[in-house]
């Protein structure tokens, strides 16, 4: 189980310029640079209304459902995340390939079950990620399933 959770809020100022920058690749058209592991999501504001963008790495790719499987590491508050609650059609870019997709929030516990399966195929990375942003987990399964019920959820990116 996680320990103590000091899971921290979405970057600002200087280091949201640094965490957004990858978005720049896509719009040079080099996406292609960061593979398979990472898409583009460009998504509604939910205020605005306006297209918004964030790149987001690739937990999962079911290539007979033609889904992605993506989590918010910052949690719930993500500003991505809100808005592709209120407005689920979206448009994903992988490496260079744009797609149009229907966003699905996973309950909390299928953001478990998503998170172990991550944690199982990439183990350094899950530990490496979980404490960047903010979350002690002590590696076990269970850890990582009560990380993700109470602190990341997890989306499926249904490709149309």
Request: net charge positive; proline share 6%.
């Amino acid at each position: 189980m996680p320990e103590q959770s000091t899971q921290r809020h979405p970057p600002r100022g200087f280091q949201r310029l640094l965490w957004r920058a990858p978005i720049w690749l896509y719009k040079l058209h080099l996406g292609a640079l960061l593979g398979r592991r990472f898409l583009l999501l460009t998504h509604t504001g939910r205020k605005s209304g306006l297209p918004r963008q964030a790149v987001i790495e690739i937990d999962d790719y079911d290539a007979d459902a033609n889904t992605y499987l993506v989590a918010s590491g910052f949690g719930p508050k993500a500003d991505w995340y809100r808005n592709i609650l209120k407005t689920p059609e979206v448009t994903i870019q992988v490496g260079n390939k744009k797609m149009a997709a229907r966003a699905e929030a996973l309950s909390p516990e299928e953001s478990g079950e998503a998170m172990v399966q991550y944690a199982r195929k990439y183990p350094k990375a899950a530990k490496n990620l979980s404490k960047m942003i903010g979350l002690e987990v002590d590696g076990s399964e269970e850890g990582y399933r009560a990380a993700a019920r109470e602190h990341v959820p997890f989306v499926r990116l249904h490709v149309l």
